[in-house]
DNA sequence: ACCTGAACACCGTTCAAGT
DNA sequence: ACCTGAACACCGTTCAAGT
């Protein structure tokens, strides 16, 4: 399974075949199903890894605290397997999963909330998570070259017709915000999670 | 581009490839060589397409009910294709999908806000558009019929290790909550880009 | 218990040949 | 200008055979 993830990391997922996989390990090809059902069963190993990454927080320093830290480091961990985030979203969850969500919601549970609104909290911040990293992993993946990603956007589209598209990517091209945008949008919802649990 | 979605929305992306396409199509199975350059710009002309779908909404109702509007449209465009979410996360976008784009930005220009903040709404709506799409959509084609994903659930964790996980399937399960999730955490979203942008 | 090569049923795509 | 079959370089996986 590390091996896996190294060559995923290296290569991307498509990079992934069972048999490049094989012979990296100097392996024959079918060696793999020994230890593993088939590819499906490699790749649930393998985001399952990653989600063991994040460290537990200390619910100590209350549920806002508590879920902020454990968000940044979820972000984190995805960050370093841009592969990943894809397939968290998509498959079903293996051990190391269950777990982060049971401590997700144990620190939700810490918030008094009621039902209903502690499982807003609970897809509104996994949505966060999720949604910001994908955006972010397609936008550095595809473009580790801001310059050619502006030349590509350039010449596809006319500067006539879209004067507001082209100021956002100049305005991205130019460096962006100073900001920590995964932070103040994190924050945005946990406030209102707080404000309208009452 | 239309017989592929088809076929996507009938089998899956996975159950689409050049050859069945071309059969379906009552052609040999290089003709489709023709008419694209191959399976990656058949897939972009396939996303580009749902990004037509949402109507344009009228900007005169003001910028957040424009926003909301084009949010829910957003949402269920991509629900009656569940294969395009995570197409529409990962590749290079096209002719409608730049509309898209400069339409959700004309109306956040509406707003009056600062650069670096409405460059932060732009993010965090489209964000929640397909964080919240992509965590529906995956929960409703892996789990067609709720029972079977309870069972599955069921037999993976053990019933004292994650009580606040159980609940959680539980709570679901039961039916849920009867809010309409995506527009609630979406108007968190929209109100607290109006708070704090002012 | 673990490894492996041959074989099977698929892929996307190139190319030369057709109309 | 459009179509197409044969061929190539890949896949994941089964199976029978080995140690």
Redesign the pocket.
């Known amino acids: 399974v590390d091996a896996a993830i190294e060559l995923a990391d290296a290569h991307g997922i498509d990079g992934l ?4 996989l094989a012979s990296h390990l100097g ?5 793999l ?3 593993v059902a ?3 069963d490699l790749l649930d190993a393998m985001v399952d890894r990653v989600a063991g990454q994040p460290a537990l927080p200390d619910r100590s320093q209350g549920w806002q605290a508590a879920a902020r830290q454990f968000a940044v480091e979820t972000h984190q961990a995805l960050l370093r397997h841009p592969w990943a985030i894809t397939m968290w979203q998509t498959r079903w969850p293996g051990p190391n999963r269950w777990l982060y969500m049971e401590t997700l919601l144990a620190i939700l549970a810490d918030a008094d909330f009621t039902e209903d609104h502690a499982d807003l909290a609970f897809h509104a911040i996994t949505m966060h998570i999720q949604g910001f990293t994908q955006q972010q992993v397609s936008y550095t993946t595809q473009f580790a070259d801001g310059d050619a990603l502006y030349a590509r956007f350039a010449a596809e589209v006319k500067a006539g017709s879209f004067p507001h598209l082209i100021d956002h990517v100049r305005y991205h091209n130019d460096g962006g915000t100073t900001q920590d945008e995964f932070a103040f949008v994190l924050d945005l919802i946990l406030d209102g999670l707080e404000r309208k649990g009452r």
Chains 1, 2 share one sequence.
Request: hydrophobic share 25%; no cysteine.
């Open positions: 075949s069972m048999r490049k392996a024959g090809a079918m060696s199903y020994n230890h088939n590819k499906d």
